[in-house]
């Protein structure tokens, strides 16, 4: 599907994603030390900007939820691409631990916004929907992320793995470790249907104005942490959305 409208899909000139990929690398290094620089369209310092997205776009029966609230009272939604080091690095920072600290108080969607410059992104995508079929998704979605250097990185350890061949041979054992059967797996992975899912989610994002992931909707307004500096701001920022919200 073109993504022509998209700067950060472009596969030429510096776009938001290219930054954040250095901006990981340099992460390699100074994680240790909390530091995080995000390079996210404006530098308000307002956590939520823009009109409201509408929720039929946001979220579909279909979509993906990792954590629900009874009263669906906030619905936080996350566009990412698995590939993407800036999405790993909101995942181990911040969304994995807000995962289990707001279990049932939040409901959390996932949606896939696989981008061009990363070359696995869609079949991991592909391997995230496959488990979806046989009521797996979230346990895929951890296994792709926990494991995310061993398919997704190349073996510098710095830039983005190209090899497809030995990301599906891991996909294929996350699989089996998650007692799916394999061979359905494998067939749902090249399916219509998985395809057509995650197609049916870029479309949606595009919808939504996405420019570049991870972006986070919070009750259909965009979350921007703005200038921040170490992950502590921004999980600052996040939660204070997100309580503001509950509080409502």
């Known amino acids: 599907m073109s993504k022509n409208k998209n700067p950060v899909t472009a596969k030429s000139g510096l776009s938001t994603n290219v930054i954040l990929t250095i901006v990981v690398v340099v992460l390699a290094v100074g994680v240790i030390g909390g530091v995080l620089l995000f390079n996210r369209s404006g530098s308000e310092n307002n956590a939520s900007s823009g009109p409201a997205v509408a929720a039929e776009i946001l979220r579909k029966p279909d979509s993906n939820v990792l954590t629900s609230a009874p009263d669906d009272k906030v619905t936080v939604v996350e566009f990412l691409d698995f590939q993407c080091p800036g999405c790993h690095s909101y995942y181990s920072g911040l969304t994995k631990q807000v995962e289990k600290d707001y279990a049932g108080k939040i409901t959390f969607i996932t949606r896939n916004f696989p981008l061009d410059m990363h070359p696995l992104a869609r079949p991991a995508a592909q391997a995230s929907e496959a488990a979806a079929v046989q009521g797996k998704y979230k346990e895929m979605y951890h ?88 992950f502590q701001q921004l999980n600052d920022a996040f939660r204070g959305e997100v309580d503001k919200e509950l509080t409502k």
């Open 143 to 230: 296994a792709l992320y926990d494991n995310y250097e061993a398919w997704a990185l190349a073996p510098d350890g710095k830039n983005v793995s190209t090899d497809e061949a030995k990301a599906r041979g891991l996909f294929d054992q996350y699989a089996q470790q998650l007692g799916l059967d394999l061979a359905k797996f494998r067939q749902d992975m090249n399916s219509p249907q998985v395809n057509a899912k995650i197609d049916a989610d870029v479309a949606d994002a595009e919808k939504a104005g996405v420019q570049g992931t991870p972006t986070i909707f919070i009750n259909g307004k965009e979350f921007d942490a703005g200038d921040i500096q170490t």
